[in-house]
């Protein structure tokens, strides 16, 4: 058996995207795994975004706790979210988690799971902003 995953782009602007991001684990969990690909994202004025800010996260975890990467030639941890828990994190008042990542930054997200069982799950919103540079 492999974990049970989805993704949905829910909207794809040229200022924002919101992703949705489900997960039912078969006990392996995932290590890095690409969420977010910002060169599959449309732009704007014939100009693409080279990365995204992470504006807005809504989600519920059962099971397992997920964090979610800048995706680096060694990747930075953008946020832990607790297992056993639904929430709202809204960074909009201050523009945005910036990715923070250094060399080798792709602009991409990542998502790593820890301590994932059999059937644990998460389902995850994602409201980002474009970057353009």
Not at 33 to 59: A, C, H, M, Q
Not at 88 to 107: F, P
Not at 111 to 130: E, M, N, W
């Amino acid at each position: 058996m492999v974990d049970t995953v989805s993704s949905l782009l829910l909207q794809d602007g040229p200022r924002n995207c919101v992703i949705r991001l489900n997960n039912t684990s078969d006990g392996t969990g995932e290590a890095a795994v690409l969420k977010v690909d910002v060169s599959t994202l449309s732009g704007f004025n014939n100009r693409l975004p080279s990365e995204v800010s992470i504006e807005k996260i809504e989600y519920s975890l059962d099971g397992m706790q997920v964090q979610i990467l800048w995706d680096a030639t060694s990747d930075v941890l953008a946020w832990t979210l607790t297992p056993g828990q639904s929430n709202e994190i809204d960074w909009s008042k201050y523009g945005g988690l910036v990715n923070n990542a250094g060399a080798g930054k792709t602009g991409d997200i990542l998502f790593t799971t820890v301590g994932a069982g059999a059937g644990d799950s998460y389902s995850i919103v994602l409201s980002l902003v474009k970057i353009y540079h």
